[in-house]
């Protein structure tokens, strides 16, 4: 039923900054919550930001001071704004959707049915 698709990653001096973007189709939009994880190899896919259906967000919290995530054109687009990126942000990220509500902020990617195929940012 859900597509997605992550565009905007892209590679990038420190300091500047990317808007990534999701674009979902088949999706119900306001019945679940939607985000972004991000993950490096070897390690588990980590929560990054997410907006659940009362449009409350949740960010991690060492990222929250320079990410902003916003849900867009009636939920079906999902953006995260990032501002002065850091060599340590250089990751793959992956929207996702589809988790219940009420476990947004939890931001479990094993929480999520719906991926994304990822967007390589990278920093140096």
């Known amino acids: 039923h859900v597509q997605l698709v992550e565009s905007g990653g892209g590679s990038v001096q420190a300091g500047g900054s990317l808007r990534l973007s999701c674009a979902a189709s088949?999706?119900?939009?306001?019945?679940?919550?939607m985000g972004w994880f991000l993950q490096t190899p070897g390690k588990e896919r980590e929560g990054v930001a997410a907006v659940d259906i009362d449009n409350s967000t949740v960010y991690a919290k060492s990222l929250k001071g320079r990410f902003t995530v916003s849900l867009n054109n009636a939920q079906n687009q999902l953006d995260l704004q990032m501002n002065n990126l850091q060599p340590e942000d250089t990751a793959m990220y992956y929207c996702?959707?589809?988790?219940?509500?009420?476990?947004?902020?939890?931001?479990?990617?094993?929480?999520?049915?719906?991926w994304g195929q990822g967007t390589q940012v990278t920093v140096s």
């Open positions: 996702a959707a589809g988790s219940v509500n009420w476990l947004c902020p939890r931001l479990l990617s094993k929480d999520f049915p719906h």
């Open positions: 088949g999706y119900g939009g306001r019945d679940s919550c």
